[in-house]
């Protein structure tokens, strides 16, 4: 708290559980028949918790890629109907994503909301900055993110309840959020860059975690390999090893995967199918042969 939500187009300012409770209540009565119900009917408040990573940006000359957050709400029913939208994050804050790489991540808020279903979230982005290595610095705007914000709907429903861990995952996609303009093969001739954010939410409750290792023949750590997941022939996500030449994926759905690594000088590497399932570490080591 505090929290703001909308009450007949009107915005209003939740200070405590009470209010909370009283503002659902007094529009109870009021509600149509056909509105989806998705409170329980006595209001119960669980936790939910939002914490931000990204996949990371496939060029080695970008020193920061910022991005930056006003809201996040969360809300059932469909987007234009009358249920008003609870708000979980009102805070402006910018986020270098370059830094929640591997899986390091960032807290964006930790409360408590009525338990029940939701459909999606509406992330509302400022603006974005990219700065390079050679000190060129670009800011830039999202179309419309701003003023509408981006309408976020998991593969799998939001649930709120008191025995869940209610944690979702953003996952910032920097490789599909900034899309340079000019020639991408050559920073030099890098002119500016297309903001239009690109964000996977998961739940973590229901997700696995891919991690391991990339090494050479001679067993050293690889650094900036670039691992891409697939999930059949689409790609899901992206990574780079680390200076240990250790990766981490977080938030993957159950299913088969497989994954591709790549670095310059080194033969591209094609898993076998791998297994992601609920709440497991899956470790992959690689290991790279020189061409």
């Known amino acids: 708290y505090p929290i703001n939500i ?7 300012e939740i200070l405590d559980n009470v209010e909370l409770q009283n503002a659902v209540e007094g529009k109870l009565s009021v509600c149509d028949e ?5 409170y329980n009917d006595n209001l119960v408040l669980s936790p939910i918790k939002l ?3 990204d996949a990371p940006f496939p060029f080695d000359e970008i020193e920061e890629a910022n991005v930056t957050i006003n809201r996040i709400d969360v809300k059932t029913g469909v987007e234009n109907d009358s249920v008003a939208f609870i708000t979980l994050f009102n805070d402006t804050t910018t986020y270098n994503l370059l830094e929640l790489t591997n899986g390091v991540t960032a807290d964006l808020v930790d409360l408590e909301i009525p338990e029940g279903s939701y459909q999606f979230f509406r992330v509302y982005v400022e603006n974005g900055n990219v700065l390079l290595k050679d000190g060129r610095s670009f800011d830039l705007k999202v179309p419309s993110g701003n003023a509408s914000g981006l309408l976020i709907m998991p593969k799998n429903p939001i649930i709120i309840s008191e025995n869940s861990l209610n944690e979702y995952l953003f996952d910032f996609d920097l490789s599909q959020s900034f899309i340079p303009k000019g020639n991408p093969n050559d920073m030099a001739q ?3 860059f297309n903001f239009k954010p690109v964000i996977r939410v998961t739940n973590t409750a229901l ?3 891919l991690e391991g290792k990339v090494t050479n023949e001679s067993n050293l750590p690889l650094e900036g390999v670039q691992i891409t997941v697939f999930a059949s022939d689409t790609i899901n996500t992206t990574t780079f090893s680390g200076p240990a030449g250790n990766y981490k994926i977080l ?3 159950p299913g088969e995967y497989f994954i591709e690594a790549e670095l310059i000088n080194y033969q591209i590497y094609h ?3 791998i297994q992601i399932e609920t709440g497991i570490n899956e470790e992959k080591n690689i290991e790279l042969s020189n061409e």
């Open 251 to 253: 938030g993957l759905l």
């Open 190 to 192: 890098i002119n500016g």
């Open 207 to 209: 997700t696995g975690t």
């Open 51 to 53: 914490i931000l990573t």
């Open 271 to 273: 898993s076998d199918v």
């Open 6 to 12: 909308l009450i007949d187009g009107s915005p209003l």
């Open 34 to 38: 056909e509105d989806k119900i998705f």
